[in-house]
C-alpha cells in the first residue's frame, strides 16, 4: 500500500537547538516529494520539491534532502519562529498531480 | 496576486442544510482541488479539476459536488449537510503546464461545523 509517515509526531526543542524531521515512504514510482509548513488555522504554505535521491534544497534554517527511500527537513538553529506543523506528500509517476500526505510533524520551539 | 482565495472562513450549518465553499485562483492554474483536514486523518481529497468542464472523484467524494465553469472557480458544494462532514476545508491550485513543477498552493481554508 502506498503511505508516507513521518516522525515524530512531535517535538519539542530549544532555541538554537538542532534537529531532523523524518518522512519516509512507500509508493510504486515515486514523482515528487513535497515539504509544507501548516501554521494553525492556515492553509499549508509551500517549502520544497525535491525530485531525486541526493536532491538537497535550502531556505533559511531549513534544508530538505531525500533518498530512495525517505526525506530529511533539517533544521538549523531554530527560533520561536519555525514553530508549526510540517507536512510531506508524495506524488507517483503518471498521477503527479494526486498527492499522498503525511500526518506531519508538530515542532514546537521554546525560547 | 491574491493566490488562493476561499470564502467564508467560517461556517456552522445545521444537519440537512446545503452550502457552497467558494475558491477562487488567480495565478491561471489548470489543475484545482478540494481536501478536508481533520485530526488524525491528514489531508484528504475530495475532487480535483484539470480544467475547465473536466472534474473527477477524490478519496472522499461522497456527499460533495464540484463543478468548473470557468479557470478560476472550482466551487464546492455540500447538497444536504451531516455531523460527518464538520472538518476544515481546503482548496489548492498548481499549474499543468509542462515543464512546471507541480507543486500545488493552498488556500487559508474554511472551518465548518454541522450540528
Known amino acids: 500500500e502506498d503511505q508516507v509517515t513521518q516522525s515524530p509526531e512531535a517535538l519539542r526543542l530549544q532555541e538554537g537547538e538542532s534537529s531532523s524531521l523524518n518522512c519516509s515512504y512507500t509508493v510504486s514510482g515515486l514523482r515528487g516529494l513535497f515539504w509544507y509548513r501548516q501554521d494553525p488555522g492556515k492553509g499549508p504554505e509551500f517549502l520544497f520539491t525535491l525530485y531525486s535521491a541526493g536532491e538537497e534544497k535550502e531556505k533559511e534554517r531549513l534544508k530538505a534532502t531525500l533518498t530512495k527511500k525517505e526525506s530529511f527537513l533539517h533544521i538549523t538553529a531554530p527560533k520561536p519562529e519555525d514553530s508549526a506543523t510540517y507536512l510531506c506528500?508524495?506524488?507517483?509517476?503518471?498521477?503527479?498531480?494526486?498527492?499522498?500526505w503525511g500526518l506531519g510533524t508538530s515542532l514546537a520551539v521554546n525560547p | 496576486n491574491a493566490g488562493v482565495t476561499q470564502t467564508p472562513k467560517f461556517q456552522v450549518l445545521k444537519t440537512g442544510q446545503s452550502m457552497t465553499l467558494q475558491c477562487a485562483q488567480d495565478m491561471n492554474h489548470e489543475y484545482m482541488s478540494w481536501y478536508r483536514q481533520d485530526p488524525g486523518m491528514g489531508l484528504r481529497l475530495i475532487h480535483y479539476s484539470v480544467g475547465a468542464g473536466i472534474t473527477d472523484q477524490g478519496e472522499v467524494p461522497n456527499g460533495y459536488n464540484v463543478s468548473r465553469s470557468t479557470t478560476e472557480d472550482f466551487p464546492l458544494r455540500l447538497l444536504s449537510a451531516a455531523p460527518s462532514q464538520t472538518s476544515v476545508y481546503f482548496c489548492?491550485?498548481?499549474?499543468?503546464?509542462?515543464?512546471?513543477?507541480?507543486?500545488?498552493?493552498f488556500g487559508p481554508g474554511t472551518r465548518l461545523t454541522v450540528l
Open positions: 489548492a491550485s498548481s499549474s499543468a503546464q509542462r515543464g512546471s513543477t507541480d507543486t500545488q498552493y
Open positions: 506528500a508524495v506524488s507517483q509517476a503518471g498521477n503527479n498531480r494526486k498527492l499522498i
